[in-house]
């Protein structure tokens, strides 16, 4: 039961894209998916089951999940580096929501075997880099994927996404600077949120429309609602299409809010204006998406509701298996610090 | 068989591997047209074209950067700090992502990071530093400084084709002073990482040394056989990985061991070597060890003072002499 397409414009630079009703839905689901891993986790972490602190994305769903669908999926696929708020993106791009509950937990089965918590997430076999903490660090990176793939003439993209913080860091100065002079095909996604652990963006820059600084590099870039999933979708099929198509480097700003602390010790009721807070959970992009669904694409409610559930049951099954998984030997901690090939 | 100079054998090692590999590529500033501020790059632009000899702008963290994500991507970078004393702006990029990355996901990162290294050419405090001691402590770093042209060019091989990153010390003041018939293309000859290699042999005391100060190793050596001294020198020519074995035969043989090197001496490599041997030859000595470095200061400019910094001849001569007696 499909219906027509839809054209999204976002902006006016960029051309407008189709998301048909199965595609929506698609967007739906995975947004749906990204929150019931988060709440799920935020619970086992409250209850001294997950090592370390835990980071949630809650309310930046929707970019999460737009940044990462429009791209191919694969070992040869397109690279995608996300930030620690987007759960979402390892989702849509491959990563089994098993694996990433034992990544919380520590479990072997985790990407990283243990080595590594929370979202540092990654592995060749989805094509996502194993992200670091040190800000804007993996925009290089990100870089030099997308040099490798305009040397070989392939026609592959590598997207990255960073919070309003990152863009203080000189990597991202000089990561967008030889992404330009070298016009190679990367999209960088920066998620404007507002703050950056306890520093709102008016103490982080004097240019808080971040997609402003794409300008000094020469960089084509947009600014578009970032609780709005279509939206978020939309900009990015347009920017990454135009840098598969050898249109060079392109910026998308998606304006969004932190619902909460910088991770869940944070307290962050002691900085962070409660008003605006409450003014910013009526725009919650799942919330939106449902109202759109429902209203102006006549989805029925009992449609979304068996999405949400087969969202939760996927949580549940993810969860008991990462629950069921071995802690790695000791000897890994040995393991793996130079490579024998690098096949 | 050509004479090359270390120099030489760099760029032409560049040349054989861009030959041989399609995936490997030099980066870096002024690497492509010109060829490098000391020419190691030389030539490869014209050959090869920009997509595979990239001009970048002044960027160290993301020359570091950009050549680690193109690893990950599958191909081979070569990445150029104009000198190893600029390295410093990328130590993030090289320690954060490079040296961890194969540990958390097991995902390869095949790259070189070519420091030119070193004192006695006159740099002052930022254009001669030596940069080994600062990534050895890191995990996950393979660091290689040659002594020789032939292993300038057989280490640099070695380097490109070796699936981890690599710090490439290549030592500035041997660029046109080291010098000797290199082998290239079909009949070059690569050199291991982690096979030390005795420069001389000898039995009354071992030097342990690397890069710039093996040729002054010899000399000493020289002029202490004409006074009845025996000296073995032990090129490591890698320090990651460490050719422990090597040292510990050449020490266990001779019973005295002295390191030298042109870095400065706290929290020097020499350090590391000398604990080794405490620890496991120690009934082997018959000697303190002992330790030639530079000393504990930013490296001056001007000649005078540069020369009172490094370790020079003198330096290690008095000292063999001093342990040759103990």
Same mark, same amino acid.
């Given at each position: ?20 009703? &199965? ?27 997950? $090592? ?10 929707? *970019? ?9 999926? @694969? ?63 993996? =925009? ?44 190679? $095909? ?10 950056? +652990?306890?520093? %709102? ?47 060079? %480097? ?33 725009? &919650? ?13 006549? *989805? ?44 | ?66 050549? =680690? ?33 194969? +540990?958390? *996901? ?91 290699? /005795? ?63 042109? &870095? ?5 490599? @020499?350090?590391?070597?000398?604990? *080794? /041997? ?17 000393? &504990? ?28 007696? +103990?």
């Amino acid at each position: 039961m499909t219906s027509p397409a839809r054209k999204i414009s976002v902006v006016p630079d960029l051309p407008s894209v189709e998301v048909s009703d &199965d595609l929506a839905l698609d967007l739906y689901y995975w947004m749906t998916l990204t929150r019931a891993v988060e709440e799920r986790a935020l619970n086992l972490y409250r209850q001294g089951k997950l $090592p370390g602190s835990y980071y949630t994305g809650r309310g930046q769903e929707a *970019i999460a999940v737009g940044i990462a669908l429009p791209l191919v999926r @694969g070992e040869d696929g397109d690279w995608l580096s996300p930030w620690i708020r987007d759960l979402g993106s390892y989702l849509v791009h491959g990563v089994p929501v098993w694996r990433i509950f034992a990544q919380f937990m520590g479990k072997a089965g985790s990407t990283t075997r243990g080595k590594d918590g929370n979202l540092h997430i990654g592995g060749r076999e989805w094509n996502i880099p194993c992200q670091v903490s040190h800000m804007a660090d993996m =925009i290089p990176l990100t870089v030099g994927a997308a040099l490798a793939y305009k040397q070989r003439g392939e026609k592959r993209v590598a997207v990255t996404s960073f919070g309003d913080a990152a863009t203080s860091r000189g990597d991202f100065h000089e990561g967008l600077n030889i992404a330009a002079v070298l016009e190679v $095909p990367a999209v960088f996604v920066a998620e404007n949120n507002g703050w950056g +652990y306890s520093t %709102p963006i008016s103490k982080q820059t004097k240019v808080t429309d971040l997609h402003r600084k794409a300008a000094a590099y020469g960089i084509p870039a947009v600014s578009v609602d970032g609780n709005d999933v279509f939206a978020v979708y939309a900009a990015l099929k347009a920017s990454v299409d135009a840098a598969r198509e050898g249109g060079g %480097p392109q910026f998308v700003e998606c304006k969004t809010y932190r619902m909460g602390g910088h991770a869940a010790h944070d307290k962050y009721e002691s900085y962070m204006p409660m008003e605006v807070l409450a003014e910013w959970s009526d725009k &919650d992009p799942i919330k939106r998406a449902e109202a759109i669904l429902l209203e102006e694409r006549e *989805i029925t409610e009992a449609r979304l509701e068996s999405i949400r559930e087969r969202a939760r049951d996927e949580v549940r099954q993810a969860v008991e298996q990462a629950e069921d998984d071995g802690y790695p030997d000791a000897a890994e901690a040995h393991q793996g610090v130079f490579a024998e090939t690098a096949d | 068989m050509p004479e090359l100079t270390y120099l030489e054998a760099i760029n032409a090692a560049l040349h054989d591997e861009m030959d041989a590999d399609p995936r490997v590529f030099c980066l870096g500033e002024d690497v492509g047209r010109q060829g490098g501020a000391f020419g190691a790059t030389k030539g490869i632009q014209q050959k090869y074209g920009e997509l595979r000899s990239i001009d970048t702008p002044v960027a160290e963290a993301g020359i570091a950067g950009v050549a =680690i994500g193109a690893a990950m991507a599958g191909q081979r970078p070569v990445a150029e700090m104009q000198f190893g004393d600029f390295v410093s702006i990328a130590f993030d990029q090289i320690v954060t992502c490079a040296a961890k990355m194969h +540990y958390r *996901i097991g995902w390869a990162v095949p790259m070189v990071v070519r420091c030119p290294n070193g004192g006695g050419v006159g740099g002052g405090p930022y254009h001669s530093e030596n940069v080994e001691a600062w990534f050895h402590h890191h995990a996950g770093l393979k660091i290689v400084c040659p002594a020789t042209a032939d292993d300038a060019y057989g280490l640099l091989r070695a380097s490109i084709q070796d699936p981890n990153p690599v710090v490439f010390c290549e030592h500035k003041f041997l660029y046109r002073r080291e010098k000797a018939d290199v082998p290239t293309g079909a009949d070059g000859r690569i050199v291991p990482l982690g096979k030390a290699r /005795v420069a001389r042999t000898g039995s009354d005391l071992s030097i342990i040394t690397y890069a710039s100060t093996v040729r002054l190793s010899m000399a000493v050596a020289d002029t202490l056989e004409a006074e009845g001294t025996s000296v073995e020198v032990v090129d490591l020519r890698t320090l990651v990985p460490l050719d422990r074995e090597a040292v510990l035969a050449s020490v266990k043989k001779t019973g005295k061991a002295m390191i030298v090197h042109e &870095d400065n001496l706290t929290g020097g490599f @020499g350090a590391e070597v000398a604990a *080794i /041997v405490a620890q496991e030859a120690f009934e082997y000595l018959d000697a303190p060890v002992t330790r030639v470095a530079a000393i &504990d200061t930013p490296i001056p400019f001007t000649p005078v003072l540069e020369r009172e910094y490094l370790p020079t001849e003198e330096d290690i001569l008095r000292a063999a002499r001093e342990l040759a007696a +103990y």
